[in-house]
C-alpha cells in the first residue's frame, strides 16, 4: 500500500519561496513506471496541476506555473520536493502529492494547506 504524506510550512510571506516535501512509502520513487506529482487547490477553486517529477528523475512543469517551479527528488529519503518562487496571495491552496501510473493519479497525500500572507 502506497502512502504519501506532504510537509511543509502553513504559512509563507509574499516575494518568498514556498517548499514543500512528499515521503512516500510503500514503494521507491525510483520505481519504473511511476512519476510523481504535485497539485493544487486554491480556495473555491477546481485542482491545479503543478508538474511531476519521473522515476528516472526528469521534471516537467505545468506550462503556467514553469517559470516559477521546481521539482526535486532526494532517492535515499524516498521524497520529492517542490519550490515555487516569488508567491503572491493568489498561491494560497492546499497542495497535495500523488502517484501518476498510466491511467491517472492513483495514489494522493491528504494535502496541506498552504496560505500566502505578510
Known amino acids: 500500500q502506497v502512502q504519501l504524506q506532504e510537509s511543509g510550512p502553513g504559512l509563507v510571506k509574499p516575494s518568498q519561496t514556498l517548499s514543500l516535501s512528499c515521503t512516500g512509502s510503500g514503494g521507491p520513487i525510483t520505481s519504473i513506471p511511476y512519476f510523481w506529482s504535485w497539485i493544487r487547490q486554491p480556495p473555491g477553486k477546481g485542482l491545479e496541476w503543478i508538474g511531476y517529477i519521473s522515476y528516472s528523475g526528469d521534471a516537467y512543469y505545468s506550462p503556467s506555473l514553469q517559470s516559477r517551479s521546481s521539482i526535486s527528488r532526494d532517492t535515499s529519503a524516498n521524497l520529492f520536493s517542490l519550490h515555487l518562487s516569488s508567491v503572491s496571495p493568489e498561491d494560497t491552496a492546499v497542495y497535495y502529492c500523488?502517484?501518476?501510473?498510466?491511467?491517472?493519479?492513483?495514489?494522493w497525500g491528504k494535502g496541506t494547506l498552504v496560505t500566502v500572507s505578510s
Open positions: 500523488a502517484r501518476v501510473e498510466a491511467n491517472g493519479m492513483d495514489y
